[in-house]
């Protein structure tokens, strides 16, 4: 039965996804990085831990005796497959550091950049694996409707429960419907429309959330309007006007504390604005499902 991993595989270069495919299909479900480097061993983020894959298809915590190895071309040709062998139409998103691919993955990737701040060479990928999981934000519907910021450090699971909690609230779990309208910059969220956010849900795809949180409060009439993180001023001035207006928001914040959270000038200001009632700081994963975190301990109130 495939999975996201094996749909991702389409996306690698051959040399190497012929080997990824033969892995235990147990790895392939809780694999949530795939990540090359030029001349360096293929590595693969399993359950938070740092694995190496070897030539016959296996899996090693320790670098073993012999790791399939990205080469120049591998990586070139997987760029290429990432963009539908139309890089210049991501060119925008390259200069970021990132190719959106269908389906709610996202590739970051580094390498050179000349005087101008443009990628004109990449040595490294790393392709996050998108996933839905149903019913995995149950524990933050309480909070869902008054501002809710899900905080937490890299790959802990803040884009799967913001994707499911739009889709509880637009399906009615919370005693009504919602009408939910999504910023989804980066195409993570609705993964294209591949994921399914309910019945009541407008998504806007654009990379401007400032401009997509006017245009949705101007002609959606939404209750809730969600998208991942703020990024500018302008954002936060409009996430406020939001408020102001009498819709919810709800967003993700990069941290690892609640202190951490309050020194980023972004984040501060849009909890001090009062946009954000609750605020619900990421831990470690359950250990039966890396993808399913346990929130309902984590959540606390803003004091404003």
């Not at 915590?61 to 062998?85: E, F, G, H, R």
């Not at 392709?127 to 790959?155: H, V």
């Not at 799967?160 to 919602?178: A, N």
């Not at 700081?281 to 109130?301: A, F, H, Q, T, W």
């Amino acid at each position: 039965m495939k999975c996201e991993f094996d749909n991702v595989l389409s996306r690698v270069a051959v040399s190497i996804a012929r080997t990824l495919a033969f892995l235990p299909q147990e790895i392939k479900q809780a694999c949530e990085e795939i990540r090359l480097r030029m001349g360096l061993p293929v590595c693969l983020t399993v359950d938070g831990r740092v694995m190496f894959v070897t030539a016959d298809s296996n899996i090693s915590s320790i670098l073993p005796k012999n790791p399939i190895v990205a080469d120049k071309n591998d990586i070139n040709q997987t760029v290429a497959m990432l963009c539908n062998n139309s890089v210049y139409l991501h060119e925008n998103e390259i200069k970021q550091g990132f190719i959106s691919v269908a389906g709610g993955c996202r590739a970051g990737v580094c390498g050179s950049f000349n005087a101008d701040g443009m990628l004109v060479s990449i040595n490294s990928i790393n392709i996050r694996i998108a996933r839905q999981i149903l019913g995995c934000a149950k524990d933050l519907l309480p909070f869902a409707d008054s501002g809710l910021l899900i905080a937490g450090p890299p790959a802990s699971g803040k884009t799967t429960l913001l994707r499911d909690i739009i889709r509880l609230l637009s399906s009615g779990e919370k005693g009504k419907y919602y009408r939910v309208s999504v910023i989804d910059s980066r195409c993570e969220i609705s993964g294209g429309g591949v994921f399914d956010l309910s019945v009541n849900t407008d998504i806007l795809y654009t990379e401007n959330k400032a401009v997509g949180a006017q245009i949705a409060l101007r002609t959606l009439s939404p209750n809730i309007i969600a998208f991942d993180e703020i990024g500018t001023d302008a954002e936060l001035l409009q996430v406020s006007d939001c408020f102001n207006a009498g819709v919810g928001i709800i967003t993700t914040a990069h941290c690892s504390t609640y202190t951490d959270l309050m020194q980023r000038k972004i984040i501060k200001g849009i909890i001090k604005s009062g946009v954000i009632s609750y605020n619900a700081l990421l831990g470690e994963k359950i250990g039966c499902d890396p993808e399913i975190i346990d929130v309902s301990r984590l959540i606390c109130n803003v004091d404003n």
